[in-house]
């Protein structure tokens, strides 16, 4: 039995080993450009890039693979949706507006905040004590400037999986324009952006076992988009730069093996965090934060009612586990507090996150190991108590 044990999957993933394995030639063995398609070495790297472009646009369901451009990350590929759609729509007549929710990740949220020291309108959707936003209120925030909707397909501090369906349709209707962070809904499964109206979707590899550094943005077609980094004009200019030809090569691979495994991984992962919760409920006071019937199996956010979440931490510091989101180190979640819990829960909050390397044993040295730090004799419940902090 290890020691330590690594529950925070939604801040990143262990490397599968399948995908080390895929990555590797290219990094001993195929090191060229892959802008220089004349040499032999830039044209494996080339083809290998065509062949990773491919799987991700199978994976979505995307028209051509044109549509697949590659980033360092969600970060950057949500930089890129956001600015990009509005350096190519705004024009000095006419300030255009755009619409997320309050539940964004810090990337999304702070580009949203650049955009309003330019004069942009951003309004922010609120979300149900579920975690789950708010379509009345986003169809009554639609205006006649509003040119983009950029809402997450699932959350990555509750797990919640938002009704991006709905929502793509919303827009649509609308003729406006709906850009999804997908960096935690990647793993739920194929994506198929047609069917959800998605016109623009961020992705990264290091949330589904593959490596940190690279991820992609998702771009229809007819969706007008200005670059941020022309750099040589790689990737016909919408994001300059050497391509990471090991980076893509294994997030090609996770992607492949997330195609073939996604289900076997969700029912497995989503056991295990069932075990896991039910567990803490016998021997701890604790209370779920947000829904479990639309959750990301690997999701459990709990408040412990007898502990602050880095009081918590501290007393094991054998588990991986985050507060917040690994990115606002210990800020109060921004996430909690849209959905409603109070301060003092928000402070007791802590993520645990499974992956695919979750096992069993882990699962029950962690459910006996926190009772036992929390000091808390097993099924000392004290109801009366738990009623009044719960309320
Ligand atoms: C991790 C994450 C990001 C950031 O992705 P990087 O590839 O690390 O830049 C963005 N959005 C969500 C929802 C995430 O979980």
Redesign the pocket.
């Known amino acids: 039995m290890e020691r330590f044990v690594y529950l925070d999957n939604?801040?990143?993933t262990r490397i599968d080993p399948r995908v080390l394995t895929a990555m590797l030639p290219y990094f001993t063995d195929h090191y060229g450009n892959p802008s220089n398609i004349l040499s032999r070495y830039g044209r494996i790297a080339h083809e290998a890039i065509d062949r990773a472009r491919q799987t991700l646009a199978d994976y979505l369901g995307a028209d051509s693979q044109n549509e697949i451009v590659f980033t360092?990350?969600?970060?950057?590929a949500?930089d890129l949706a956001v600015n990009g759609v509005i350096d190519a729509l705004a024009d000095a007549s006419r300030l255009p507006h755009i619409i997320t929710s309050r539940i964004e990740?810090a990337?999304?949220l702070n580009t949203c905040k650049g955009l309003e020291r330019r004069g942009i309108a951003v309004s922010y959707i609120g979300v149900d004590e579920q975690g789950l936003v708010s379509l009345p209120e986003l169809r009554g925030a639609i205006r006649e400037e509003t040119v983009l909707i950029s809402i997450?397909a699932?959350?990555?501090e509750v797990g919640s999986i938002q009704p991006i369906a709905e929502i793509g349709e919303i827009a649509r209707n609308a003729g406006i324009l709906f850009h999804t962070?997908a960096?935690?809904y990647l793993s739920l499964g194929k994506l198929e952006v047609n069917r959800l109206h998605a016109d623009l979707v961020?992705l990264?590899?290091?949330?589904i076992y593959g490596p940190?550094g690279i991820?992609a943005l998702y771009i229809r077609q007819s969706v007008p988009l200005k670059g941020r980094i022309p750099g040589g004009m790689q990737q016909r200019g919408l994001r300059g730069g050497t391509l990471n030809t090991p980076g893509i090569a294994g997030f090609a691979e996770a992607v492949r093996l997330l195609a073939r495994e996604h289900e076997e991984d969700a029912r497995r992962i989503r056991a295990l965090r069932d075990r896991l919760l039910s567990n803490l409920q016998r021997d701890l006071r604790i209370r779920v934060n947000g829904t479990l019937e639309r959750r990301l199996p690997g999701n459990l956010n709990l408040a412990f009612l007898d502990t602050t979440a880095v009081a918590l931490i501290a007393l094991v510091p054998e588990i991986a586990v985050s507060v917040g989101?690994a990115?606002s180190n210990a800020e109060p979640s921004h996430v909690l507090k849209a959905m409603g819990l109070p301060g003092d829960l928000v402070e007791r909050s802590v993520r645990f996150s499974l992956g695919r390397f979750t096992t069993e044993a882990e699962i029950d040295y962690v459910s006996a190991l926190l009772p036992q730090r929390l000091g808390r004799p097993p099924h000392a419940h004290d109801t009366a108590q738990e009623k009044k902090i719960t309320e």
């Not at 360092?72 to 950057?76: M, P």
């Not at 990264?204 to 949330?207: C, G, T, V």
Request: hydrophobic share 20%; charged share 15%; glycine share 14%.
């Open positions: 939604q801040g990143s360092s990350g969600a970060t950057e949500n990740h990337g999304i997450m699932a959350n990555n962070d960096a935690q961020s990264s590899a290091h949330k940190k991820g989101s990115c």
